[in-house]
């Protein structure tokens, strides 16, 4: 008795030094507030705390949020934007402002043993608990095996605590008017895919609290699992809130799309009469006027579809870069399929003519076509006079069909690929910002899963760690089921999102920095761009060597690498090739 009372009794002085040293700590913070602010009631230091990051000071609280109407999706995505970019602290996080100001369209849910209803019903009951339900549309609680790390941990005493708490939370819904439903807190489909979420949460260490209790199952329940889980409320009840509620909300939802069904690209003023008139130009400065019959139908056949399809603005907008970076000595290299448009070629695009194999004189326009595959490319041509006016003529094209670009119906939507210069790139994305507004541009957003020997060391970890001993099938099948989660996010090296100026980046994605680095020069779209690549403009502005090395060579030997003929023995001579 005497060891007992002397250990309680050393607590006791312990705890008095505690308080005395914390007195004395808020005597200095007062006295300090008082001489810098002129502070002298407590209620005076709120004043002073700046509202930029008084949300990093708050304990966050979960909440469900479900989009209602197509209006409440795209305040859904303000809200997703805001809590990544403007309000990202550790967590992304929703001021209860913001929620408030973008509530329109939207249900609010008061989530699970992490929301402010069942935290407060737990630790400072119903009268608490009631204040904090008004705030949202309805009320939620989950499979009773979801709460057991609570019990675990003590902070409930036992399941008949447990069942008391969910009883006052059907109560307090009775008593507000506001429906309460039971949710999964779904995280696998089936009971046995639990080890995946283990394995993957252990490979987190100890930046994942959740490494400190033991898992509770979380898997997909059915409609009569849950009928028996709430079986103790009377059936009556527990069918009220696993199926009536449940119909209650969704019914209030209407249909919502969160793609859209078709391309909105940006306007340009005047973009189909400028690429017909740039197009149109060049092909006489090229081929005389009138235009040979195969020149004629090529650009009639591909203005019709670009022109006609809306895609002038995309072609516009690749000139417009490529003539900047050539204005500012840097050359850009064209790739992929756009080489096999004409109209990108007569606009300046691409280097690359479409056209079957032929001659053209630059001083008269004479041409002359190989159209029975005589030649594979132009560039095989061999060297020869014009027979109009003795000026020696040009080897072009390279017989590719337009159908390679946009289909065969000429509806596809154009991807322009340009490969720019390194050096040159920052330059050429940027100026994409003055282009269409800094409010317009995002870059392409990836997101990064888990691959294949990373799952792989995931499992091996966690086997060493728990002291299994998994055979090495069973090893390859944990991996698989690992591979392929999210892990982080990321951007594309060189796509830019463009969206229309009728139009806000709401209307197709919300937003975030890469990787959640608030430092990033860009913020990203925060779905993966190949999600909405149909629905929105990406353009490839790609930074590659070659531009570089070639602007290098031209600065240190003075010769303009486009005045360099593709055949030039000169320029072979640097590729010998061994005789057999």
């Known amino acids: 008795m005497a060891k007992k009372f002397h250990v309680a009794l050393e607590h006791h002085h312990r705890a008095v030094y505690d308080a005395e040293s914390t007195g004395h700590l808020n005597y200095i913070f007062l ?28 304990r966050p609280s979960h909440a469900i949020i479900l989009a209602q109407t197509q209006e409440g999706l795209k305040n859904l995505f303000k809200l997703v934007s805001m809590s990544n970019v403007k309000y990202f602290y550790r967590v992304p996080r929703v001021p209860r402002s913001l929620l408030e100001q973008y509530r329109e369209g939207l ?13 407060a019903m737990m630790q400072k009951g119903y009268a608490e608990a009631r204040q904090k339900a008004k705030f949202f549309d309805y009320l939620e609680v989950q499979p009773t095996a979801a709460y057991k790390p609570l019990i675990d941990s003590g902070l409930i005493q036992n399941k008949k605590n447990l069942q008391e708490i969910l009883a006052n939370m059907v109560k307090l819904g009775d008593d507000l008017d506001k429906p309460v439903v039971v949710t999964g807190d779904t995280h696998y489909l089936d009971e046995h895919d639990s080890i995946y979420r283990k394995i993957l949460i252990h490979s987190q260490g100890g930046a994942n609290p959740l490494n400190r209790q033991e898992l509770p199952d979380v898997h997909f329940r059915t409609t009569d699992e849950l009928l028996a889980d709430y079986d103790f409320l009377g059936a009556e009840t527990a069918k009220k809130l696993v199926v009536t509620n449940t119909h209650l909300i969704a019914d209030k939802i209407d249909e919502v799309h969160p793609l859209k069904d078709k391309l909105y690209t940006p306007r340009m003023e005047g973009a189909e009469d400028e690429i017909r008139e740039r197009t149109i130009n060049t092909a006489h ?78 001083n008269c326009q004479h041409s002359e076509f190989f ?51 390194g050096d040159y790139q920052p330059i050429a994305h940027n100026y994409t910002k003055v282009l269409f507004g800094e409010k317009n541009v995002y870059r392409a957003g990836t997101i990064g899963t888990v691959a294949d020997k990373t799952a792989y060391g995931y499992v091996k970890a966690y086997e060493r760690d728990t002291e299994s001993n998994f055979r090495n099938a069973e090893i390859d099948r944990l991996a698989k089921g690992a591979t392929g989660v999210k892990r982080t996010t990321g951007q594309h090296p060189a796509g830019i999102i463009v969206v229309p100026d009728y139009m806000e980046i709401y209307d197709f994605t919300p937003i975030q920095y890469p990787a959640d680095d608030q430092n990033a020069a860009w913020q990203t779209t925060h779905f993966d761009f190949h999600s909405i690549h149909d629905n929105i403009l990406k353009i490839d502005i790609l930074g590659h060597d070659d531009p570089t090395m070639i602007r290098m060579l031209q600065d240190l030997s003075g010769i303009d690498p486009q005045t360099i003929p593709m055949d030039d023995p000169a320029s072979w001579r640097c590729f010998p090739v061994r005789s057999r």
């Open 285 to 362: 400065e090229w081929y005389g006027d009138p235009l040979p019959e195969i020149v004629q139908h090529r650009l009639d056949r591909e203005l019709k579809s670009i022109i006609g399809n809306g895609f002038s603005v995309i072609y516009l907008i690749a000139q417009r870069l490529v003539h900047k970076s050539n204005k500012d000595g840097y050359l850009v290299g064209s790739r992929g399929s756009v080489g096999s448009s004409l109209v990108a070629t007569m606009t300046g695009i691409t280097e690359v003519n479409p056209l079957p194999p032929h001659y053209r004189c630059p």
């Open 107 to 119: 249900l609010i849910g008061s989530a699970c043993d992490s929301g402010e209803v069942f935290t």
């Open 31 to 58: 006295k300090d507030a008082e001489e810098r602010y002129q502070i002298q009631y407590h209620d005076q230091l709120n004043d002073h705390m700046s509202d930029n990051d008084a949300y990093k000071h708050a």
């Open 371 to 421: 159209t029975k595959g005589e030649y594979s490319s132009g560039f095989d041509l061999p060297e020869k006079n014009c027979p109009e006016c003795g000026t020696l003529m040009i080897g072009d094209g390279h017989d590719i069909p337009f159908e390679t670009f946009l289909g065969f119906t000429g509806n596809k939507v154009p991807d322009i690929d340009l490969n720019f210069s």
